[in-house]
């Protein structure tokens, strides 16, 4: 954000707040939806009930599309059965549809009610495909024409439509059965003889998505093939809408928020609602399940230090190292748990990879097992005893420093290829590997860690 | 990816790996560049030869600027000096400069010389941006007409250009002297009488990003706002070229796929090479760095538990909790700087909310803290005396529970709060906080969750 629109952005806020409708009028004229929707986020509720009066329906209507999802129903509030009536009508109807899918079931059904005929029914099938679906989310105003039209019979019979198409980059070409044939692009109308049939200078178009496909599919494509619109079809081919960039952003952006916070352990639906305006208690339930989970599980690295007591006691100097051993496995398994997760959600991996990715980490945890068990082996060979720590008798700094690298090799190398490993076996369950992976492998490699630690310990120094 | 593309992608390669030029440019014919690419990269060296010289250069151009950055010195040394003017000409200068970003200095200028004058000026020009910069990234053939013409000269004027301009979903309007004024749809010119002005039909236009900017600026303008395309200016205003939706996707998501990956301390430059195809010492490198810091970070940890051995010795029962307490502060210091670092990223966060995210987490984490001391203690209070575990004498089951309880407490609370202000801490001294603050924030609160714990238990229990 630009410090000019900052300081915009505030002004408006101030002049909402000293209830000046002058002001708020002649700031908010210049201002696109999407900074008034971050305006009307940030106020209060007597001050956005203001706001949303000083600018009328008229003014607002874009504002809806781009408010987070749970503050939608008490913008609509706002306004009379009239106005909002106007506000659905004047808006395009992936975004009705998109507001409709925020509110509460009985407030949807008279919203639809408010509306005309046309409107009404088109809004009801859209309402059929469930949110996350391409159906769900794509717009139905698009460019259509005929095969067997010409230039000019294609540039009659969009001309009445304009306001109502959303967008023209493509312009869609059907048959008499309206199944999507191919495309052609707005210039080839405007550059072309009039005279020319559509027929001949139509594009194929291979990349369609269906309507019941997971609208990340629809993004992924567009993404892939660089697509300007993503053609969303029926079983049979039959062109039912499209799927914009901006939608694609929109989608992409969301599911990568919500692959970071899987992977710290949030749950749930990512909000649209900024993280300032969350509530406490919203965070507190996303947040706390796997906290109470990866608690309970943490006991087991515990009972396993009450297991090894014994060998913890006549070497109490191993304590030093025991918590760098277990964060090396938990360090490793989550790199190697990121990127294969990565990977994954970019269609890199399939499953038949499982013993490539094995392999691959296998090697790169033995190398940086061992790199970093020599680093901490010359650590407590030749700079540790400069501290003059006990050690039980009969036992060398040097039997010391190689228990530790040892375990430490162990450790990493396994953790690795467990961190690689398990967000596959994850998912061939059916499981999702961002939620499971991130806490099972912190709990099983603190445990083993502590287990492979105190036995080679034990081992090596003869405990 | 449908099935059916997979499966003509398997019969491809397996034709190549037969070497069966026939079948290959059968197949080939029908797939999009970037199909070829990803089939490009999974073949070994001589495959890839072979590959490329079956295509041919003309069927090769467009598949250049999709395979990965490091791939693309290689592919174009297979072919001759004029098959390479051929290539490097006929593609879209902004993938032109891409290609060129990517192989060797002395390689880039031997390609430079091969290019006609105009195409050779411009990239030139175009070299001189960094390769993160909005400059870098944009694309120069743009739709542009001056705003003195009519609908009719405006069309003449674009009509012999239009294979050279990639993208025309919107036409810039500019001034003698070649500054922004606003733009047109292709609509507008289709549909408006032929003698209309342009500077009568034109729209102002406001958002613009500096080509000097960072790409990520231009990426995130066109996601706010919706563009169809970003407007970049020099300081002067002048129209340089455009950002368009693929390449803002492009943008975004490899920004996403880095800030995942910081947060589990990879390092460097996400690289555009699939995991698969990364060689071992390159994943090595990018996660080795971190490995290392946080092993010797860890020590000190394992110096606490070191200074607390007498108090481990009297209660040894401790060990039970002692790596749930440490590991709560993790897992909820780390979704807390979770939230905030993704919340910085999209712009929801300044530096002046400081105060309001510290107050929200500090509630969370007592909130947080308190069930999950109140969990332990009952879990330690009735279940644990049933495993009949020692306890030194004089302390009972309750108090010990109690005990746990606090430092759970107080160690969820602090974590949180710290969590959440470490990577506001890093930004404001200029350092990136997903790369700083994970690590930074295990370390701290391992070894802070061991004191707390100690600390707590010498106090309550008296020893």
Redesign the interface.
């Known amino acids: ?1 630009t410090e000019e629109l900052a300081e915009i952005l505030n002004q408006t806020e101030e002049a909402v707040e000293r209830r000046n409708a002058a002001s708020v009028i002649a700031l908010c004229k ?1 201002l ?1 939806p ?1 900074d008034l929707a971050s305006i009307y986020e940030d106020l209060n509720s007597e001050a956005r009930e203001f706001l949303v009066d000083t600018v009328g329906a008229a003014g607002f209507s874009d504002v809806l599309a781009e408010i987070p999802d749970t503050l939608v129903e008490g913008a609509l509030d706002h306004f009379e059965p009239k106005e909002q009536r106007e506000i659905l009508e004047s808006i395009p109807d992936d975004d009705r549809v998109d507001i409709l899918q925020d509110v509460s079931e009985s407030k949807r059904q008279d919203f639809i009610d408010l509306l005309g005929e046309e409107d009404r029914d088109r809004t009801r099938t859209l309402l059929r495909y469930g949110e996350e679906t391409a159906g769900g989310r794509m717009t139905t105003q698009i460019g259509k024409v005929f095969a067997s039209m010409t230039v000019k019979e294609a ?1 009659d019979h ?2 009445p439509n ?1 306001d109502l198409v959303e967008t ?2 493509r312009i869609f070409v059907i048959d008499v059965e309206h199944r999507l044939i191919g495309l052609i ?3 080839d ?3 072309n003889p009039w005279d020319t049939p559509v027929r001949d200078i139509l594009t194929p178009e ?2 369609t998505v269906l309507a019941t496909a997971d609208q990340e599919e629809a993004a992924k494509l ?5 697509m ?1 619109l993503v053609p969303v079809v029926d079983e049979a081919r039959h062109l039912l809408g499209v799927i914009t ?2 939608d ?3 989608i ?2 969301k599911e ?2 919500e ?3 899987k ?4 749950a749930g639906e990512q909000s649209e609602v ?3 305006n969350t509530e ?1 208690m919203v ?2 339930k996303r ?2 399940g ?3 989970v ?3 599980l ?2 087991a ?3 396993v ?2 297991r090894f ?1 014994a060998v913890l ?1 006549e070497a ?2 191993l ?6 051993v ?3 496995g938990g ?2 398994g ?2 190697a ?4 997760i ?2 994954m959600a ?4 399939d499953p038949e ?1 499982t013993r ?2 094995a392999w ?1 980490e296998l ?2 945890g033995l ?2 097992g061992s ?2 068990g020599i ?2 082996a010359i ?1 407590t060979i030749f700079i540790l005893p400069l501290f003059r ?1 006990e050690l039980p008798a009969g036992i060398s700094f040097g039997i010391f420093g190689l228990a530790v690298a040892v375990a ?1 090799l162990a450790q ?1 190398a396994s953790s690795t290829v467990l961190g690689a490993l398990l967000p596959i076996g994850a998912k061939s369950i059916k499981l999702d590997p961002a939620v499971i992976a991130a806490p099972a492998i ?1 709990t099983i490699v ?1 445990a083993s860690g ?1 287990v492979i630690y105190f036995t080679v310990a034990r081992a090596l120094l003869g405990l």
């Open positions: 954000m210049g696109h999407a540039i969009l001309r304009l023209m980059a692009r707005l210039r109308l405007a550059f291979k990349h567009l993404a892939r093939y660089d300007a960039p901006d694609a952003i929109e992409l952006e990568s928020t692959d970071i916070e992977s710290a352990g949030i900024t993280y300032l406490v965070h507190f947040r706390f796997w906290l109470l990866l608690a309970f943490a006991i690295s515990g009972y230090m009450l007591e006691n109490y100097l304590a030093l190292f025991l918590p760098m277990v964060a090396a360090n490793t989550g790199q748990s990121t990127m294969v990565r990977a970019l269609g890199e991996l990879d490539r990715v691959k090697r790169l190398l940086s790199v970093l680093a901490i650590f720590p430490l990493v912190t603190d502590m």
